[in-house]
């Protein structure tokens, strides 16, 4: 079965520390994944892809096929980084299905 | 216009009402979704309209009715909902991903608050 895990609800760093947010996926075909974002108060918007291996906000994360993993991370957190990060797998074949994680909260102290 | 609006920001309903939430996006998008969202939650995917025509219902109860008059609109009619129909409906746009060199990149709208008494 298709399904996507972020192990952790809550992630909580100080300014300026190293962040990973862990992604987890299971899918028999070739999985498509990315990363969403929501900002408090503000709508549902894509972060990354993994099919693009691009850098946003500092922020990169890699797709390892062996692992099923495509854990998100950033060298240095910012406070502006606070937000609800929701890893998410598009099913492919033609499908427009996209199956989000639970979701880590990312809390950025000063 | 790079956005997807939805209408209304809230809505307070009784069991017995019906109402339906608005959905538009002038992307030119083929791909339209609705998702719910509870407290706390991950969106889920209630429907997929691919060229205007359902392509998914995921096993959504038939109170809640999906229509796609045209290309730019997508509404989600409600009727006999329960209070645990309560929660943010989302809709989201997209390129639909048998075109060549769709990415697969679905834009949300800002949702509709949904309360049901």
């Known amino acids: 079965a298709q399904r996507v895990t972020q192990p952790e609800k809550l992630l909580s760093v100080f300014k300026g520390a190293p962040v990973e947010l862990k992604c987890n996926y299971s899918?028999?075909?070739?999985?498509?994944l990315f990363w969403y974002v929501q900002y408090s108060r503000q709508r549902l918007q894509l972060l990354l892809r993994?099919?693009s291996r691009e850098s946003i906000k500092g922020f990169t994360a890699d797709l390892n096929k062996g692992e099923t993993s495509f854990h998100l991370k950033k060298p240095f957190a910012q406070e502006e980084d606070s937000a609800m990060y929701y890893c998410?797998?598009?099913?492919?074949?033609?499908?427009?299905?996209?199956?989000f994680g639970a979701g880590t909260r990312l809390a950025v102290h000063p | 216009d790079t956005e997807v609006t939805q209408t209304p920001k809230h809505l307070v309903m009784g069991m017995t009402n019906k109402k339906s939430l608005k959905c538009e996006q002038h992307m030119g998008h083929r791909a339209m979704y609705w998702y719910k969202q509870k407290a706390k939650k991950p969106p889920e995917l209630m429907f997929v309209y691919s060229y205007e025509k359902l392509s998914i219902n995921e096993s959504v109860p038939s109170r809640f009715s999906p229509e796609c008059p045209n290309s730019s609109l997508l509404n989600l009619h409600l009727h006999a909902l329960q209070p645990e129909d309560s929660a943010l409906y989302l809709c989201a746009s997209s390129q639909d991903r048998t075109v060549t060199g769709a990415d697969g990149e679905q834009f949300f709208g800002p949702g509709t608050r949904l309360t049901v008494l």
């Open positions: 993994h099919i």
């Open positions: 998410a797998l598009d099913l492919s074949g033609g499908y427009n299905k996209l199956i």
């Open positions: 899918y028999s075909g070739s999985p498509e």
